[in-house]
Nanobody, 127 residues
């Protein structure tokens, strides 16, 4: 049973940094895709970034390119999202998601591509 547990959210001032982690367990294959999404009330869930464990493909939403970095700690099997130069519009609940199937660049931000989800962690960027 795949389980995804996010951590690392909190309150940060604009321009600050946070590091989110997704602890991923229960996979029956070494190859899967992990995505990070965020959502604010009244809006659709937005894809932020994804990483593939099979070919290392990494994708970012245009809104976070150059500020966010996704990575994997293989020893702990955690997937991290380093968020720098945070802006108030980065506020939201951040979710970790997983798929056993290949996710193409044009689809990485589509929640329908992912079958497993964590419960989310709140990120608030405010002064």
């Amino acid at each position: 049973q795949v389980q995804l547990v996010e951590s690392g959210g909190g309150l940060v001032q604009p321009g600050g940094s946070l590091r989110l982690s997704c602890a991923a367990t229960g996979f029956i294959s070494y190859y899967y895709v992990i995505g990070w999404f965020r959502q604010v009330p009244g809006k659709e869930r937005e894809g932020v970034s994804s990483i593939s464990t099979s070919d290392g493909s990494i994708y970012y939403a245009d809104s976070v390119k150059g500020r966010f970095t996704i990575s994997r700690d293989s020893a702990k099997n955690t997937f991290n999202l380093q968020m720098n130069s945070l802006k108030p519009e980065d506020t939201g609940v951040y979710y970790c998601a997983a798929s056993y199937y290949k996710v193409y660049q044009e689809d990485f931000g589509d929640p329908e591509e992912y079958d497993y989800w964590g419960r989310g962690t709140q990120v608030t960027v405010s002064s």
